[in-house]
């Protein structure tokens, strides 16, 4: 991605990201203190802190990927490995996302996480497939059924791998069902929680609040630095995504730890803006907004 921006810039490595290892704390604490009281707290509390607390820990995950807080690869994936949606694999998201960032963005060929897919698998899917997808380009949609969609297509991929004999991501899937394995045992054993009430309460509205991120954080330009989206946001939502909703800072410069984002979103602003090409919105309520019912694109790919 051309900037002439942040990559010119001077950024040393903190000796000690202490504001990351506060949060790895605080977020831990607040998830244990939270299923262990789990009957104490009020549901739509609970539903509202648990799912904020699986978001944030989703963020430090994308945090330690890459390269925070510690020089060290395996122990920065260790601190965060624990898989607090049950679904994502630690060890699955960071081959996808370091392979989103070097791929062509949003083209479904190339890019892991894109939400586009192809004119050729759209012609072959069933009216009702068409229109959920189209619903879930909403962002209703993608709160309510963007979370399943998600879980859904990636063990798709991983099963039709396995029934093809490819087993390059056999090793992976078993680290983690074990890791599920520990952490269903301290919510079922241990806390006493019924397992549906995890997951309406925490991974459902956790991976959720995740989704309001990347709702439309990158879109179809032929210019590809004009794909990323700059949102202000508010000061629980900029926690919540570690300031990934300075998303073209963050795909300019990923080492960049997420606490010196905003000094850059804000002190380069106007050069950002020119080299994104005036992609950016003020919050995420304006987003919800404008586009709660109305699709902000096309399912399928515009290259496509």
């Known amino acids: 991605m051309e900037s002439g921006t942040v990559r010119d810039a001077n950024f040393k490595s903190a000796t000690f990201e202490w504001p990351t290892w506060a949060l790895l704390v605080i977020t831990y604490s607040a998830w244990i203190t939270l299923t262990l009281n789990w009957q104490s707290v009020p549901g739509w509390l609970l539903w509202l802190i648990g799912g904020y607390t699986i978001a944030l820990h989703s963020s430090l995950q994308h945090e330690a990927l890459h390269g925070h807080p510690t020089s060290s690869k395996r122990l920065n994936i260790a601190l965060v490995w624990l898989p607090l949606t049950l679904w994502l694999p630690m060890e699955l ?67 039709e791998r396995l029934r093809n004999g490819d087993r390059r991501h056999l090793g992976l899937l078993i680290r983690h069902a074990v890791s599920v394995a520990v952490l269903l045992y301290w919510l079922l054993a241990v806390c006493q929680m019924p397992l549906w009430v995890y ?36 000061p629980v939502t900029r926690l919540m995504f570690l300031n990934n909703n300075y ?4 795909h300019d410069h990923p080492e960049l730890a997420w606490y010196r984002i905003p000094a850059v979103a804000r002190e380069q602003r106007q050069t950002v803006l020119r080299n994104n090409g005036n992609y950016w919105y003020s919050g995420y309520f304006t987003i919800a907004w404008r586009f709660l019912l109305k699709p902000w694109t096309h399912p399928v790919h515009p290259a496509h």
């Open 93 to 159: 998201y960071v081959e996808n996302h370091l392979r989103h960032h070097r791929s062509d963005l949003t083209d479904p060929a190339d890019d892991p996480e894109s939400f586009f897919i192809t004119r050729e698998k759209w012609s072959v899917l069933a009216r009702w497939q068409q229109l959920l997808l189209i619903f879930n380009n909403t962002f209703l949609g993608r709160m309510l059924i963007g979370p399943w969609l998600a879980v859904g297509g990636q063990y798709r991929v991983e099963f």
């Open 199 to 234: 997951l309406l309460a925490f991974a459902w509205p956790g991976t959720s609040m995740m989704m309001i991120r990347s709702f439309l954080e990158h879109r179809y330009q032929p210019e590809t630095a004009h794909r990323t989206v700059l949102v202000d946001g508010c």
């Open 247 to 250: 998303h073209w800072v963050h």
